[in-house]
């Protein structure tokens, strides 16, 4: 069946450190890729999607890539702040059908 | 635009109780999903709901049922609850029209106590 594996936390960095979390997918169709960011007692916001192979999803200085030939859509970004620690879900969904989610990774920014 | 909403925020319930968890999609979305989150996991699919009708379901015994009014809200009922069941129940909206991303947006959460 469909399924996400993200890496597995916690991380920690340091303020304007360069982030990656790896996350890896199978599915028998071509879902729509997303990340989601969930902060301390919230739901789950919408940092960024795509919607087909090598399109590349940006937002508030994140960015992830759909890489079909390596199942992939790692997060990246260049500089994190304290404002970024939150914990990160990646998850896949096609249209009229679920999303299946990773198991999150947890992300601490240190001053 | 009020976004996804969800009532209670916060519940406490017995083992054996019933619960009733209610859902108000944002603007202009017609598809409701529910999902479960366990601490320290991530959202498992519970099921959706288009037109008053369950179109997708998952994992989760005939105790978790809902329900979709005309209004596009919807309601997730819990009967004979476990401690197993204690988690934030999460409820997310979407419009279902082609060429979409199938965007789903979050409500804030249930967080369902059960003792």
């Known amino acids: 069946g469909d399924s996400v594996t993200q890496m597995e936390g916690p991380v920690t960095l340091s303020e304007e450190a360069f982030l990656t979390i790896n996350c890896t997918y199978t599915?028998?169709?071509?879902?729509?890729l997303f990340w989601y960011v969930q902060y301390p007692g919230e739901g789950l916001q919408l940092l960024l999607k795509?919607?087909?192979?090598?399109d590349k999803g940006s937002n508030k200085g994140f960015e992830a890539t759909y890489r079909k030939e390596t199942t992939s859509f790692h997060l990246e970004k260049g500089s994190v702040q304290v404002s970024d620690s939150a914990v990160y879900f990646c998850?896949?969904?096609?249209?009229?059908?679920?999303?299946?989610f990773g198991t999150g990774t947890r992300l601490t920014i240190i001053p | 635009d009020a976004g996804v909403t969800q009532s209670p925020t916060h519940l406490i319930k017995t083992r054996g109780q019933q619960v009733t968890l209610r859902c108000s999609p944002k603007?202009?979305?017609?598809?409701v999903s529910w999902y479960q989150q366990a601490l320290g996991q991530g959202p498992q699919f519970i099921f959706q709901?288009?037109?008053?009708?369950?179109?997708q379901r998952g994992n989760f015994p005939d105790r978790f049922s809902g329900h979709q009014f005309p209004n596009y809200s919807s309601e997730l009922n819990v009967n004979a609850l476990l401690l197993g069941d204690s988690a934030l129940y999460l409820c997310?909206?979407?419009?279902?029209?082609?060429?979409?991303?199938?965007?789903?947006?979050f409500g804030p959460g249930t967080r369902l106590t059960v003792l």
């Open positions: 997310a909206s979407s419009l279902d029209e082609a060429g979409s991303a199938f965007e789903q947006f």
């Open positions: 599915a028998t169709g071509y879902p729509s």
């Open positions: 603007s202009g979305h017609d598809t």
């Open positions: 998850a896949q969904g096609a249209r009229n059908e679920k999303l299946t």
């Open positions: 709901y288009y037109e008053e009708e369950e179109r």
């Open positions: 795509a919607t087909k192979a090598d």
